[in-house]
């Protein structure tokens, strides 16, 4: 896949995206996001990150924890996703402490060492380069800063595995169909399995210059939460 194919994928699911989301997931997907910007460590005043915001939900639960005297930025590279994300801000109040970027994330339009904490929801699954990505996402944090990522995941449990691709061959797929993005949603099984595992992600995140790295499964290892520190 090259980055505009992918692009495309986002651009074209956007007027469907948030509801299908919470309708597949059973609305589960709001619990993952949570937890993800839990572990991001952020905390009110905190210069906050979200990589591959799409509508948003991880930008809107950052800014929550870091509060008015905090700021996220919100950097996707879908216009139509990003427009989505601008006009759910606008039924925000008080006003979120949110600027959307529209960019390519494997390069970044910051400084070096410019971010308290980062989140990244579904992306790294979808990005070109993981190692570049994260190499980026490490140039970016200051030292001793956290990032949590959350992704889809195989779980090693092949009971599991069955009921997850089974979840995705006859729920995901048809539901999408239905809503006339078949194709995007078909997308999702074939990247996931090109996907690392939880273990490889660790390793990859080491290779770029990350000192602690852990891979915390959710949902019996059908989606994970990778965190990175920076030292
Ligand atoms: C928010 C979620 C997925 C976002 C997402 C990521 C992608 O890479 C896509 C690629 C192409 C099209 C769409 C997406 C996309 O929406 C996660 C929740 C939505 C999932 C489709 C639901 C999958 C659920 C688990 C496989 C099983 C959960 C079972 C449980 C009983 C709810
Ligand atoms: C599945 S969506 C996730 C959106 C949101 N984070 C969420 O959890 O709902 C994946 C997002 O990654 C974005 N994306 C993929 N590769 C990217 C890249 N290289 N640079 C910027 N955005 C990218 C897509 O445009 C899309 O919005």
Same mark, same amino acid.
């Given at each position: #896949? ?17 509801? !299908?989301?919470?309708?597949?997931? =059973?609305? @589960? ?11 991001? &460590? ?19 639960? =950052? ?7 905090? @700021? /996220?930025? &919100? %950097?996707?590279?879908?216009? $139509?996703?990003?427009? /989505? ?37 579904? &992306? !790294? ?10 190499? +980026? ?21 092949? @009971?599991?595995?069955?009921? $997850?691709?089974?979840? !995705? ?10 809503? &006339?993005?078949? +194709? +995007? ?15 490889? $992600?660790? +390793?990859?995140?080491? @290779? ?9 499964? =959710?949902?019996?290892? #059908?989606?994970? %939460?990778? /965190?990175?520190?920076?030292?």
């Amino acid at each position: #896949m090259t980055n505009n194919e992918v692009k495309t994928i986002f651009d074209r699911i956007a007027p469907v995206y948030d509801r !299908l989301n919470d309708w597949l997931s =059973l609305g @589960q997907h709001r619990i993952w996001k949570e937890m993800t910007v839990k572990w991001s &460590g952020a905390k009110p005043g905190d210069t906050s990150l979200d990589l591959c915001c799409g509508s948003g939900d991880l930008s809107f639960v =950052l800014a929550r924890r870091v509060g008015l005297t905090g @700021q /996220v930025f &919100g %950097v996707d590279f879908s216009p $139509q996703l990003l427009e /989505v994300a601008k006009s759910r801000t606008q039924s925000q109040y008080p006003r979120s402490p949110i600027t959307w970027i529209e960019a390519d994330i494997l390069n970044l339009p910051f400084d070096d060492d410019r971010f308290d904490a980062a989140t990244m929801g579904y &992306g !790294l699954r979808n990005v070109t380069s993981i190692p570049q990505s994260l190499k +980026e996402l490490h140039r970016v944090l200051k030292k001793g800063a956290r990032a949590a990522i959350l992704d889809f995941h195989r779980p090693s449990n092949p @009971q599991m595995r069955v009921f $997850q691709q089974w979840y !995705l061959d006859n729920l995901v797929v048809p539901i999408a169909s239905h809503m &006339g993005v078949k +194709e +995007e949603y078909a997308y999702i099984s074939p990247s996931l399995e090109r996907f690392p595992t939880g273990v490889e $992600q660790v +390793e990859i995140g080491r @290779q770029v210059g990350f000192t602690s790295v852990t891979h915390y499964p =959710l949902m019996n290892g #059908m989606m994970g %939460v990778l /965190v990175l520190t920076k030292f």
